[in-house]
Nanobody, 125 residues
Framework: VQLQASGGGLVQAGGSLRLSCAASGRAFSTYVMGWFRQAPGKEREVVAVISRRSGSTYYADSVKGRFTISRDNAKNTVYLQMNSLKPADTAVYFC???????????????????WGQGTQVTVSS
């Protein structure tokens, strides 16, 4: 599967952005999808994860209540709605896909097999 992330940009603190990640190839609905981010000089970290049929989600504590992950399997797309953005949210955001059948949501980047190219999100104060 190939992943193409988009929707990043420059926004003021308190603003909103919606990231999209379009997947090519078959069987998108069989992948667990995740959003990760990496800020300059920092380790990559998980932001949010969504199960195959949207029944389960996971959010990092730092984004709970502000970000929402969703997916549209008919459109082969996963979204990340980001509200109340803070300068600390500034990073390159990546989408990733995990094809394994698991009973839990993977939150480590090393568990994901496919990655998009990343989209820059910059939040100014």
């Amino acid at each position: 599967v190939q992943l193409q992330a988009s929707g990043g940009g420059l926004v003021q603190a308190g603003g909103s952005l919606r990231l999209s990640c379009a997947a090519s190839g078959r069987a998108f609905s069989t992948y667990v999808m995740g959003w990760f981010r990496q800020a300059p000089g920092k380790e990559r970290e998980v932001v949010a994860v969504i199960s195959r049929r949207s029944g389960s989600t996971y959010y990092a504590d730092s984004v709970k209540g502000r970000f929402t992950i969703s997916r549209d399997n008919a459109k082969n797309t996963v979204y990340l709605q980001m509200n109340s953005l803070k300068p600390a949210d500034t990073a390159v955001y990546f989408c990733a896909a995990d094809p394994r059948e698991l009973k839990w949501l993977p939150v480590a980047g090393s568990e994901y097999s496919y990655w998009g190219q990343g989209t820059q999100v910059t939040v100014s104060s």
